[in-house]
């Protein structure tokens, strides 16, 4: 069964930081590239960061490069999927996914809410 948690969330004040995690299992996550997305109230789901299938590349949204770092760790039958961020803004706020960068996506998990304010 293909499952995706991610933890990780909650309320920072502007300016803090957050580490998110997710773990993934159920199918082969490990040879895949992994991202972070999030949706904000009233927005579309959008990418904020991705890591290539053995963590050698990484790439950023442009409004969130120098804020986050997205690390992964493939073990045998999972992956684990890290996404530090900091100077954490209120436009940070959404809820964040983590799942394969391409389509066909996974069933998306449950994600984390960030809520970022005063």
């Known amino acids: 069964q293909v499952q995706i948690v991610e933890s990780g969330g909650g309320l920072v004040q502007p300016g803090g930081s957050l580490r998110l995690s997710c773990v993934a299992s159920g199918m082969a996550f490990s040879s895949l590239a992994m991202a972070w997305f999030r949706q904000g109230p009233g927005k579309e789901r959008e990418v904020v960061a991705w890591?290539?299938?053995?963590?050698?590349?990484?790439?950023?949204r442009d409004i969130m490069k120098g804020r986050v770092t997205i690390t992964r760790d493939n073990a045998k039958d999972t992956v684990s999927v890290y996404l530090e961020m900091n100077n954490l803004k209120p436009a940070d706020t959404a809820v964040y996914y983590c799942?394969?960068?391409?389509?066909?996506?996974?069933?998306w998990g449950q994600g984390t809410q960030v809520t970022v304010s005063s």
């Open positions: 890591v290539s299938h053995n963590g050698a590349s990484t790439n950023y």
């Open positions: 799942n394969r960068v391409e389509t066909p996506f996974a069933p």
